[in-house]
């Protein structure tokens, strides 16, 4: 949505969600790429509403802090959107040449935009002929110009060049999959699914290739204010007895009887509720293809974000889609480097940082095959 002409040595993937911050600084080597350094910081509470950062002054130092602490030096950056104010769909328009189709995409757009086409910022890709003479597909993109205006503020208020404002299915795609050194999520179609903290995004990617994207409004709060109601403590309170739960008890092991924690009571039915609405995203993507089609069976659910990492999630959500479900391993085989990331680290932050790594890729590899080319 936002491009530099310059290509940088080092670039930055801001990731500011409602609950934390992360920030994963990737640079160019001979082999690829490598890692710099990364961090995670809590975000500023109540800075962030639908989507739309509402103190920047606020936000901004804390990237500054996290910025300095981690000792990330680049200047450029990437920051992302997600939520359900942001469109992601394949549509068809006649066809024409893209020069053209800039010229009238509000318009073609502003049938499948529900709000004011006016305030929203619009992007899209032609992905090639359709089936229909005469039309082609489109990937098209619609946001919020409040959700990408306040982005671009909070970037050049902590110091950095916005190089880009990205769809976080998007660099989830791009860290997840197409970086996998191995191509092993290349020739088969999964549902990436990003466990934040406001929301919950779904999204199918068939043989390397965007599909689906939804967005489902249960997340980690969702969860710990279930048991912030139950027990009247604090969110902060609420928010540690979940995570100790989840140590104590793994979700894996609910249904075996044995747990005797009370605040699982109001919080498993959410994640079951959650794990339905999975399976309806899922569903729906195969209700697209004829019977019998390969492409229609998603094979993989591979989980990212803070709530990816309650013990359990992964069998516990397995066991409800019959689905085989793990965790991202994400840099484990990869073509990016993580040689200057400790260990201890990686192993407690490794499902969040998805996300800032596709980000913090995306104008590199885009130098890359425009060098190609």
């Known amino acids: 949505m936002l491009s530099s002409l310059f290509s940088k040595e080092s670039t930055v993937g801001i990731d500011i969600g409602s609950s934390f911050i992360k920030a994963v600084e990737v640079t160019p080597t001979t082999q690829g790429w490598e890692v710099a350094a990364a961090a995670v910081e809590p975000c500023p509470r109540e800075t962030m509403k639908d989507g739309v950062i509402t103190n920047v002054h606020e936000v901004a130092a804390a990237?500054?802090?996290?910025?300095?602490e981690a000792g990330i030096r680049a200047t450029g950056a990437i920051c992302g959107i997600s939520g359900s104010q942001v469109i992601v769909r394949q549509v068809q328009f006649p066809k024409m040449t893209e020069a053209v189709l800039r010229k009238s995409i509000k318009y073609e757009a502003s049938k499948y935009v529900s709000s004011s086409i006016e305030d929203s910022v619009v992007e899209f890709e032609i992905i090639g002929d359709a089936e229909e003479p005469g039309q082609m597909n489109v990937w098209l993109v619609a946001a919020p110009r409040e959700m990408i205006d306040s982005r671009v503020a909070v970037l050049e208020s902590a110091g950095l060049e916005p190089l880009a404002i990205d769809v976080e299915a998007f660099a989830l795609i791009r860290s997840v999959v197409e970086l996998s050194s191995s191509d092993r999520y290349l020739h088969e179609t999964v549902a990436l699914v990003d466990m934040g903290a406001s929301h919950t995004d779904v999204n199918v990617v068939s043989r390397g290739e965007f599909a689906l994207t939804r967005n489902i409004p249960i997340a980690g709060d969702s969860f710990t204010n279930a048991i912030k109601n139950l027990t009247g403590a604090s969110f902060d309170?609420?928010?540690?007895?979940?995570?100790?739960?989840?140590?104590?008890?793994?979700?894996?092991?609910?249904?075996?009887?044995?747990?005797?924690?009370?605040?699982?009571?109001?919080?498993?039915?959410?994640?079951?509720?959650?794990?339905?609405?999975?399976?309806?995203?899922?569903?729906?993507?195969?209700?697209?293809?004829?019977?019998?089609h390969t492409e229609a069976f998603v094979g993989k659910v591979i989980l990212t974000?803070?709530?990816?990492?309650?013990?359990?999630?992964?069998?516990?959500?397995?066991?409800?889609?019959?689905?085989?479900?793990?965790?991202?391993?994400?840099?484990?085989?990869?073509?990016?480097?993580?040689?200057?990331?400790?260990?201890?680290?990686?192993?407690?932050?490794?499902?969040?940082?998805?996300?800032?790594?596709?980000?913090?890729?995306?104008?590199?590899?885009?130098d890359v095959k425009q060098k190609a080319a």
């Open 237 to 292: 309170e609420s928010e540690q007895m979940k995570l100790e739960m989840a140590r104590q008890c793994p979700l894996d092991e609910l249904d075996s009887g044995d747990s005797e924690c009370r605040s699982w009571r109001v919080v498993q039915p959410l994640i079951d509720e959650l794990i339905r609405e999975i399976r309806r995203s899922i569903n729906f993507y195969h209700s697209q293809f004829p019977e019998g």
């Open 305 to 366: 974000g803070g709530s990816a990492r309650m013990l359990g999630m992964d069998r516990y959500m397995s066991s409800k889609l019959g689905i085989p479900t793990e965790v991202a391993r994400l840099f484990e085989d990869s073509a990016i480097s993580i040689e200057k990331l400790s260990p201890d680290f990686l192993d407690k932050h490794r499902p969040v940082l998805a996300i800032g790594a596709g980000l913090a890729i995306k104008e590199l590899i885009a």
């Open 63 to 68: 990237i500054r802090g996290l910025l300095r």
